[in-house]
């Protein structure tokens, strides 16, 4: 069984529709089909019917974008139910903060001579829930400013280059506990990923850990062989589920080809197992995997 827990859509910053996402995942393979777009269920509802035509499972999720300690971390939330009124209100808080920060990154390009329009980015996000640095990347794609998103964020939009403005993200302890009493399960996605810095260390994981946290996401793209040996050390210690995933955002990112990275079917089953004990203590009508 071939398991992608990590994927995002048109509905975040990917470039598939998310039914163009799931005929993609079922063409290489893959048994079961994590979707996470970044602080957003939009895309569930055209997977759903998709995977099912498809033949294939579908886990739904969504990536939070969080902040502990002043840095930003990752978290993947699996199968909370999206109609639960704080978690409505987390993920609008981060999504306003996306898109309030647009105009402001607009005005700092305009210091270094480019002339970005909010129209130009408004057309590239389409219909995603809020415009990122990505859909900026794109908009200066078309302006013939950069040649990929990759260039886009290494010349103008990463921390210290001049089109950087930051935003918010919420807390992360406080997002673990929201999306656990909305009868999910969460996994810290690409934990030392691109940065130097350990965040959250295996102290912080542990603490984490204490607080409801289900995982890691051992197996992605952004760790080398040191950082994923490490992670799993970590995770065994913990008795979190270890994770692995591509990541994947169609053509935005390069070198994530879905099941690129795969999770093992009973890392899959814990998951699943822990995902059922939280819908059951919530007591809500959160999602189940559907075609398991
Ligand atoms: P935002 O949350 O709006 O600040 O945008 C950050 C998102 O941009 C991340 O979650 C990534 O998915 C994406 N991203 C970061 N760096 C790159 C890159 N070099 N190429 C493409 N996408 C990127
Ligand atoms: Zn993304
Ligand atoms: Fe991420
Ligand atoms: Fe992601």
Same mark, same amino acid.
């Given at each position: 069984?071939?398991?992608?827990?990590?994927?995002?859509?048109?509905?975040?910053?990917?470039?598939?529709?998310?039914?163009?996402?799931?005929?993609?995942?079922?063409?290489?393979?893959?048994?079961?089909?994590?979707?996470?777009?970044?602080?957003?269920?939009?895309?569930?509802?055209?997977?759903?019917?998709?995977?099912?035509?498809?033949?294939?499972?579908?886990?739904?999720?969504?990536?939070?974008?969080?902040?502990?300690?002043?840095?930003?971390?990752?978290?993947?939330?699996?199968?909370?139910?999206?109609?639960?009124?704080?978690?409505?209100?987390?993920?609008?808080?981060?999504?306003?903060?996306?898109?309030?920060?647009?105009?402001?990154? $607009?005005?700092? /390009?305009?210091?270094?001579?480019? &002339?970005?329009? #909010?129209?130009?980015? !408004?057309?590239?996000? +389409?219909? %995603?829930?809020?415009?990122?640095?990505?859909?900026?990347?794109?908009?200066?794609?078309?302006?013939?400013?950069?040649?990929?998103?990759?260039?886009?964020?290494?010349?103008?939009?990463?921390?210290?280059?001049?089109?950087?403005?930051?935003?918010?993200?919420?807390?992360?302890?406080?997002?673990?506990?929201?999306?656990?009493?909305?009868?999910?399960?969460?996994?810290?996605?690409?934990?030392?990923?691109?940065?130097?810095?350990?965040?959250?260390?295996?102290?912080?994981?542990?603490?984490?850990?204490?607080?409801? $946290?289900?995982? /890691?996401?051992?197996?992605?793209? &952004?760790?080398? #062989?040191?950082?994923? !040996?490490?992670?799993? +050390?970590? %995770?065994?210690?913990?008795?979190?589920?270890?994770?692995?995933?591509?990541?994947?955002?169609?053509?935005?990112?390069?070198?994530?080809?879905?099941?690129?990275?795969?999770?093992?079917?009973?890392?899959?089953?814990?998951?699943?197992?822990?995902?059922?004990?939280?819908?059951?203590?919530?007591?809500?009508?959160?999602?189940?995997?559907?075609?398991?």
């Amino acid at each position: 069984m071939r398991v992608d827990l990590h994927t995002h859509t048109r509905a975040s910053d990917g470039t598939q529709s998310p039914e163009e996402l799931v005929e993609a995942a079922a063409a290489a393979g893959l048994d079961v089909l994590g979707l996470t777009d970044h602080d957003t269920a939009d895309g569930w509802a055209e997977a759903e019917r998709a995977a099912d035509a498809a033949g294939i499972a579908l886990v739904r999720g969504m990536e939070i974008s969080t902040r502990l300690d002043g840095r930003g971390v990752h978290l993947l939330a699996y199968l909370p139910d999206p109609t639960y009124p704080p978690l409505v209100a987390l993920l609008d808080k981060v999504l306003e903060g996306r898109n309030d920060r647009v105009p402001a990154v $607009l005005e700092r /390009l305009r210091t270094v001579g480019i &002339d970005l329009t #909010e129209e130009d980015v !408004a057309r590239v996000s +389409g219909d %995603a829930a809020a415009s990122g640095r990505p859909h900026i990347a794109d908009a200066l794609v078309v302006r013939g400013v950069v040649r990929d998103r990759d260039e886009a964020f290494a010349r103008l939009l990463n921390p210290g280059m001049p089109g950087y403005v930051d935003r918010y993200a919420a807390p992360l302890r406080e997002t673990i506990e929201v999306v656990t009493a909305a009868g999910g399960v969460t996994v810290v996605a690409h934990a030392w990923g691109r940065r130097t810095a350990r965040i959250p260390d295996a102290a912080a994981i542990a603490e984490l850990a204490e607080l409801g $946290l289900a995982g /890691l996401e051992v197996d992605h793209q &952004d760790h080398d #062989e040191r950082a994923r !040996a490490e992670l799993r +050390g970590i %995770a065994r210690d913990l008795g979190l589920v270890v994770t692995g995933s591509s990541d994947h955002h169609g053509t935005g990112k390069v070198g994530h080809d879905l099941a690129c990275n795969t999770t093992a079917p009973e890392e899959l089953e814990r998951l699943l197992a822990l995902a059922a004990d939280a819908r059951r203590a919530a007591g809500r009508d959160a999602p189940e995997p559907l075609g398991l």
